[in-house]
Nanobody, 110 residues
Framework: QLVESGGGSVQPGGSLKLSCVGS????????MSWHRQAPGKERELVAV????????NYADSVKGRFTISRDNAKNTLYLQMDSLKPEDTAVYYC?????WGQGTQVTVSS
């Protein structure tokens, strides 16, 4: 099971930090990822954290603004989002394997 939190409304240029707590699986053994889906658009990959070596990858649209991290001791995946833009507005989901969380809404608007 995956449970996201931390979404909300913020003005352009603001920051939010999303959290995703995993349970029922060996968290540290899995690559974890964040995805988002804006209204009327397909779900897209935002960032990935691999299980080995701690490497990360980002969509071009968020590079330099978003940071994915994980605390395996807490079974928690994070997404620090800075310099937010209106086009970042979406429902954000975490994922491992074929399991998705329920999503958390992020709205960026003035």
């Amino acid at each position: 099971q995956l449970v996201e939190s931390g979404g909300g409304s913020v003005q352009p240029g603001g920051s939010l930090k999303l959290s995703c707590v995993g349970s029922g699986f060996y968290f540290s053994a899995y690559a974890m990822s964040w995805h988002r889906q804006a209204p009327g658009k397909e779900r897209e990959l935002v960032a990935v954290s691999t299980s080995v070596g701690g490497s990360t990858n980002y969509a071009d649209s968020v590079k330099g603004r978003f940071t994915i991290s994980r605390d395996n001791a807490k079974n928690t995946l994070y997404l620090q989002m800075d310099s937010l833009k209106p086009e970042d507005t979406a429902v954000y989901y975490c994922k491992f394997g074929s399991t998705w969380g329920q999503g958390t809404q992020v709205t960026v608007s003035s």
